[in-house]
Nanobody, 119 residues
């Protein structure tokens, strides 16, 4: 289970932070990250980070968003700076998790958290 926190409403140029913790019985987690979905649009990649702390970002958020993770806490974070109205979306946490007793890593999703940036 992925439990997200953070999000909310902020003015353009402001900052917000998201966090997502994996809980339950699992063997390992590889990639963790964030996707987002704006109204009427497809879900899109925002940023992901490997277990060895290698991040990647969508071009639209490079230089403004920073992803990090704490492997000991099974938690991934997203710091969002210089927010724009076009960043408004529901942000979903994702993680590739192998549950206890299985070697296969499958994608899991959080419930989503709303980020609204007003102009």
């Amino acid at each position: 289970q992925l439990v997200e926190s953070g999000g909310g409403v902020v003015q353009a140029g402001g900052s917000l932070s998201l966090s997502c913790q994996a809980s339950g019985s699992f063997y390992s987690i590889t990639v963790m990250g964030w996707y987002r979905q704006a109204p009427g649009k497809q879900r899109e990649l925002v940023s992901v980070i490997s277990a060895s702390q290698n991040p990647s970002y969508a071009d639209s958020v490079k230089g403004r968003f920073t992803i990090s993770r704490d492997n000991a806490k099974n938690t991934v974070y997203l710091r969002m700076n210089s927010l724009k109205p076009e960043d408004t979306a529901v942000y979903y946490c994702t993680a590739d998790i192998a549950v206890t007793g299985s070697a296969e890593h499958l994608p899991h999703w959080g419930q989503g958290t709303q980020v609204t940036v007003s102009s």
